[in-house]
């Protein structure tokens, strides 16, 4: 199936004005690399269905609407019923800020958290991604989604966050069979210096559904592994027990 | 949600994207729905609804749900929209409505937000002809003192208000919390918080809370001065206030009423 042309310009015309804020069509132009024309037309059209305003200025911005529809999606996941719950119990235990985090495209990403008393993480939050080379989650999930692992080790983009992201291939290997092994996949200052996590899987019926994961300050998370990991571990058996949605259909 | 059902002004070639998202707000408000579901909410035929179906999971706008043959939201709003967010700036949001209440009000107006058991001000505009000293930008108070914190306390959810009135009533005496406790009460009723004389003699002030676009409590919005402009009517002071604050909600992205 050949995609819209339609869609996947709009697509980018999002994603840059996601990225970089206010901007003159002419700037998206520029940034985006579609036709001036075009970007005319299509900020036209998003902001005839309300997801893209004009300022006095004559740059253009994502509109309030965004916020609403980005709330409305995590409820509709409902095979992660009740799960604010558990996040919300993990951070009250561990002191630290528990996250739920699923595979789309080929990254992480987080779909729901409880903050910790102890620091704001703003590495990773709803809406927020990790490439599936870096950080609990994403290491978490690239360890048990087979399929993906020689693509993304293949890859020759692995740019490092800090001294100790993990961006070569045999390192990435070794990583994937210590999570496989031990149950879990520790981040050690791989994405923010000073910050490390640890991540679990969620499985249910035999399928991998996500990553849970705490995160703080390396030293806390370094001295209470034991105990932290076994926290994740009955939180993420609570998460997978059977409820009325069990997984996506088309999963 | 709002625009969910208001069909969309077509854009000429770009007819597709208001389809794409007729199709995204009915997921919206929906949930899950089937193919056939969405084609009848849009009024396409099934075909071409399906066709499109396919083309907006291929691009992550929608996703497949967990009741077999539905679709639901994709993650890609949950990624732009959480992009929209980390973008918003509540100081920015306050400023402009806190210059019209200073004048309007022809007192000082301030930005406060919950840090624990305190009110902090993060934000002030000073009224054009008096320069009062009560509260400076990185002044905390109690939760139970002064206009913003009282409008804090009254809005916040009730095991939270409930958990901060148990841990004052150790240090209070009976008296104070009972009056601590009618004030919230009262600036329920009314919609603002009212602190007169109890932090500066002489002194008066007005606050309303300000929430985001998921409902939950940002902090308060709030003026202070001399007694006489703000008490001399009252009711327009409060009226000025909530207006202020309703307006600092909007531009949160909290859907207010007019």
């Not at chain 1, 031990?182 to 035999?206: C, K, N, Q």
């Not at chain 1, 559904?209 to 990991?229: E, F, M």
Request: hydrophobic residues 45%.
């Amino acid at each position: 199936m050949k995609l819209n042309r339609t869609l996947t310009n709009a697509q980018v015309v999002i994603e840059a004005l996601a990225a970089h804020g206010a901007m003159t069509p002419a700037e998206l132009a520029h940034e985006t690399a579609v036709a001036r024309s075009s970007v005319y037309r299509l900020v036209e059209g998003l902001v005839a269905v309300g997801l893209v305003d004009a300022l006095p200025d004559s740059r253009v911005q994502l509109t309030h609407r965004w916020l609403h529809l980005a709330d409305a999606v995590v409820p509709s996941m409902r095979e992660w019923d009740g799960s604010s719950i558990v996040l919300d119990e993990l951070a009250a235990q561990t002191n630290q800020t528990a996250y739920l985090s699923v595979l789309r495209g080929d990254h992480a990403v987080c779909i729901n958290w409880a903050q910790g008393r102890g620091i704001d993480l703003l590495i990773l939050k709803p809406g927020h991604t990790l490439p599936l080379y870096a950080g609990g989650a994403g290491r978490n999930i690239l360890a048990h989604t087979p399929a993906l692992i020689d693509r993304v080790l293949g890859s020759t983009e692995l740019t490092a966050f800090t001294a100790h992201t993990l961006v070569d291939a045999a390192a990435l290997r070794a990583d994937i069979a210590a999570t496989l092994r031990t149950g879990y996949t520790l981040s050690h200052e791989d994405v923010t210096v000073g910050i490390g996590a640890i991540g679990v899987a969620v499985t249910r019926d035999g399928h991998y559904l996500g990553c849970l994961s705490v995160g703080g300050l390396i030293h806390d998370i370094k001295a209470d592994q034991d105990v932290l990991v076994a926290r994740l571990r009955a939180a993420a058996t609570r998460l997978a027990e059977p409820r009325a949605a069990t997984v996506p259909s088309g999963a | 949600m709002s625009s969910a059902q208001s069909p969309a002004r077509e854009v000429a070639g770009v007819e597709i994207l208001s389809k794409a998202m007729a199709l995204c707000f009915a997921l919206e408000s929906s949930g899950e729905l089937s193919a056939q579901q969405l084609a009848d909410h849009v009024g396409e035929p099934a075909s071409s609804t399906f066709r499109l179906l396919g083309q907006l999971t291929r691009l992550g706008w929608i996703e497949r749900g967990v009741t077999r043959g539905t679709y639901r939201l994709g993650l890609m709003f949950l990624t732009i929209g959480g992009q929209v967010e980390d973008r918003i700036d509540l100081r920015e949001a306050a400023k402009p409505p806190l210059e019209v209440l200073s004048r309007s009000t022809g007192v000082a107006s301030f930005l406060s937000v919950r840090r624990g058991g305190g009110a902090v001000c993060i934000e002030r505009f000073e009224a054009p002809d008096v320069r009062s000293h009560a509260t400076r930008i990185g002044d905390s108070l109690p939760l139970h003192t002064g206009a913003a914190s009282l409008a804090i306390l009254a809005f916040l959810p009730p095991s939270e208000s409930a958990a901060y009135l148990s841990l004052i009533g150790h240090e209070l005496d009976d008296a104070e919390v009972r009056r601590v406790r009618e004030d919230l009460a009262e600036t329920r009723t009314r919609g603002f918080s009212l602190s007169d004389g109890r932090i500066t003699a002489g002194m008066a002030g007005v606050g309303a809370p300000i929430y985001n676009h998921r409902g939950e409590l940002e902090g308060a919005i709030s003026v202070s001065g001399l007694r006489e402009p703000v008490l001399s009517d009252l009711a327009r002071t409060g009226a000025l206030v909530r207006a202020s604050a309703r307006e600092t909600s909007a531009r949160l992205g909290a859907e207010v009423d007019a």
